[in-house]
């Protein structure tokens, strides 16, 4: 059977869950809808790390991957260069004589590669010489050339288009290092930009912490001023009570004055006293020693609170010191890391402009070759045998040409000279580029690998950084509660201790009315008992008082005068009942064989005489007693009060010193410097409440003051 669920009932539902949670120790509904909320915001802060650690391993990819392209392109160069060059070896060797040995043909720059202009003025020579000429061999010899030419053209077409070829290969290779330049470029200035943002954003955090603290800084400052006038009003419901107990102790002390001013007016005095009295009051001398007790107690309790407080307080105050050194020290960090990354950037801009001076080098370089190999691509091919039998002739050309032109014999003699030694020069030249060429593309290798290595170092300390910073700031949110709960926890107890404190008084204030009560009724119980006792009294001295007159009536006339002025001073003096006592005595004794119950009569008299001494003497000694108690209540009540009272002065120097930390020392030095550079009296007073109000002088200090300030030093005649 199914039940439909409204919302007032759903509602009652959560209020009765809530109630019968509060009443039972679990948690409410508010407690669970926050824990919901932490729970959200964590889990939208765990999904943000989330999203930032996939994006760097993303960029991290994108690196790895230009990276890589950019190391195969270079090795896959290196290799290609070589394949390239044993290539040409054997097509060289296929286009030559078997017969000749292959020597110095693995390299488009061997030996027989020779100077262009020389060769074109060999040419220059063989042609003017050839018409010119005496016979004709030298014709056939030219003609033998300008096929071999031709022929040389024709096996040089394919070294062009691999030349071709690999330059455009090289332009592939710069365009696949540019892009990966330009995607770790892109990367390194995403990251830059998200570092950016998450330092704003954390600078963000900062002030919003800052403002949050300055708040809650605020509303204690407001808190303990709303103490502070509950405790200036408890201290005048204090001092109201003190008063009217000051009061109530006159009108005892004036009650009890005038019941012992009874006592001492009365002659007759009651019957011993209830033991009770002594219960009640070692009763109440218990009592006071267990409030003495609790009271010194609880002080200790009190002033072991504000210890266990202040050690927290310099706790707390040294985590934060040291959260803000290390703030700092990532700060600096950071800075260091930005600097750093400044001139990683700055080197890499070097190594690309000396990566684009080289691979502008290397186009001419190419170029240069190539241009040797298409002007003189025979040359390129020939033995040694062909080269020497060549040489022998351009040197033979030489001689003609010197002969036929005197003028320019010592030139043409010393370039025929010469030419070994130039061709040694640039052979060493050639073999000095090369070598040079290899140096640049390993230090752009090791530059390059370097650059890797840097750049995953910097990943790591700034992950290493992040997470830092992460574990710092659950530190100082853990630090921030454990503080809140630890001021909480503290202002709990605090409230504990006052609620139990005034618990106390109101105990020790109910039991003290309760035995004045007691010791009220205790007098009014004695007061009617010692009235029934006098009434008895009277009814017994009326009772012999008409015996005694029916004595008188039966002694002689001479005595009647002394009986009768025994009788008026009866209760006048203690000697005139003595002497009635004598007379009586007498008059027993002569009528003592006709009337035996005076016997019992005087018995009875001299009972209640005793009894009456005894009682007096009990009586001054319970009067003693009261003294001594009443004496005993006032010095208690005394150090009560002094003891409150340096209490409430410690609690106000507590609450001056926390507010003094905050107050303004410049406005203190101020008005201290007026006070003392004032020439007049009146101003010195004016200023001198100022200060005393700063400092939140007590009223005791402000008294001293006030009785010492005519004899200080900063007086017109000290001065």
Sequence with gaps: MKSVWTGSEQDRVWWSMEKFGMSFGGTSRKDLLETIEAQKKQLVQYQTRFRDVVQAYKSLLKEKEALESSLQVLTGSSLQVQTG??????????????????????????EASTDPPETARDQAEEDPGGPGGPGGPPRPETGGCEGGEAEDQQAAAPGGSESDRRVAQLKNQLSTLSGAV?????????????FQADRRQLRQEVEDLQDRLVAMTT????????LQDQLAESRARIITQQHDRELEQRDHVLQLQELTRILQDQDRDHTRPDPRVDQLQRELLDLKNQIQDQVHSETKRVCQAEERARERAQAAELRVAGLEQRLSELSELLGSSEKTKQRDQQVVQRLRDRILQLDTENKMLAMA?????????????????????????????????AQKNPDQAPLILKL???????????QQELRQLRDEFERYKLRAQVVLKNKNARDGCQARELEEVRDQLA???????????????AEAEQRRRLEDRTQRAAELQQNHRQEAERVAVLHRDELQRLEAELHKQRERTMALLDEKDQELERLRASVPAPEAPRCSAGDEDDEADGTTTESEGDIISRALRRAAH?????????????????EAGALRRHKHQLEEDVHRLQAKLIADAERHDEEAAELRSGLDKLIRDQNREGANMEYLKNVVYRFLTLPDAGGRQQTLGAILTILHFSPQERLAVGRLRGATWWSPSNR
Excluded: C, F, W
């Design 85 to 110: 060059s044993s290539l040409q070896a054997q097509t060289r060797s296929q286009q030559a004589d078997p017969q000749d040995p292959p020597d110095d043909r693995s390299s488009p720059h061997s």
């Design 182 to 194: 330009a995607t770790v470029t892109q990367e390194k200035s995403r990251m830059e930009a998200g």
């Design 219 to 226: 509303q204690h400052e407001a808190e303990i001023r709303i």
């Design 369 to 401: 070759t190539a241009g040797r190999a298409t002007s003189d691509p025979d040359e390129a091919q020939l033995d040694v045998a062909a080269l020497k039998e060549k040489m022998e002739k351009v040197k033979k050309l030489l001689l003609a040409a």
């Design 416 to 426: 025929a000279q010469s030419e070994p030694g130039q061709q040694e020069a640039n």
């Design 471 to 485: 574990e710092l700031k659950e530190k100082y949110i853990n630090l921030r509660i454990q503080s809140d709960e």
């Design 594 to 610: 006709a009337e035996p119950t005076l016997l019992l009569y005087a018995e009875q008299l001299a009972r209640k005489e005793a």
